[in-house]
């Protein structure tokens, strides 16, 4: 049950803002199908991710990697946003400037119809070329089990942030910016242990800038809130936005 209290105090403290950040992870999915990572049904329970989301497990075993990646792959073509994903969508037409920084690597923002999105983590609908480095969608395409790049022959490899791999540059330095600049940021259905795009919650802590955490469950990230909000995405950030609904934009 969502704390009436506690969600009209989250909408008064982002009703007054005219900048706002929401950074999301796994949680803000789970409604749509997509298992998170540490959760009970976690994608980390089957697979280890020092197995299968390092350079060196490609290197070691490209075969086992892409059956864990296509297997997630495929599953994305049944999966739809969520009210979660579309309230973002809201938000972003709400507030004169909002940036949603995700972890998610499942493109499910974009097809709610957030424009903004900063993919900290990459996208798995993308495939990188080993050898020439280009980029191909391949998003609802089924690949096989070593894919090859059409242009060079090479083997591809998905085009997301392994463990012990640096984030896309541009997007880490938009993200910082943008929670640099924020007055609020709205963190939804994270665990904040992946760094450094947790550290991104106390960027904003520092700053001053007030922190609302969406969850099922406490974290990190909750003991930097200001308003700490549990339930399930996909009802607490439609209730979220009725409550913001009744506050006029500043
Ligand atoms: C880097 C893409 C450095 C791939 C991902 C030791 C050895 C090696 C590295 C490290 C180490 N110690 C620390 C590190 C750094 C490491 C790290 O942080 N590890 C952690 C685990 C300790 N980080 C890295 O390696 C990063 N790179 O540091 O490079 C470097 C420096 C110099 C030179 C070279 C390199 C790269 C990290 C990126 C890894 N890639 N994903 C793939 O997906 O296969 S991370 C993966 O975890 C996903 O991106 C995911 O988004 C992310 C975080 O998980 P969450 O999104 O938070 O999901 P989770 O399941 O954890 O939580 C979900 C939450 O939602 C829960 O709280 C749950 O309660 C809640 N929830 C569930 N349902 C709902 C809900 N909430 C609301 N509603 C619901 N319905
Ligand atoms: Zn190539």
Redesign the pocket.
Known sequence: MIDESQLRRAAALLGRVTNLVAFT????S??SGVP????AE?VWKEFRAEEV?TPEAFGRDPKLVWEFYNHRRNRLAEVQPNPAHRVLADFERRFPRFTLVT???DGLHALAGSRNVLEL??NLGRVRCTGCGRVFDKRGERLGELPACEACGALLRPD????????PQDVWSASLAAVEECEAILV??????????AGLVEVASRRGATIVV????P?AASELADVSLHG???EVLPALWEELKLIATP
């Not at 992870?25 to 803000?28: E, K, L, P, S, T």
């Not at 997301?160 to 984030?167: M, P, Q, R, S, T």
């Open positions: 992870g796994a949680g803000v789970a409604e998170t990572f540490r959760g976690g989301a972890q998610n690597i983590h990459g997301v942030v392994w463990f012990g791999e640096l984030l939804v259905g994270t665990s904040a242990v992946v760094y450094p795009a969406v969850n099922l469950e974290t399930k995405a996909g």
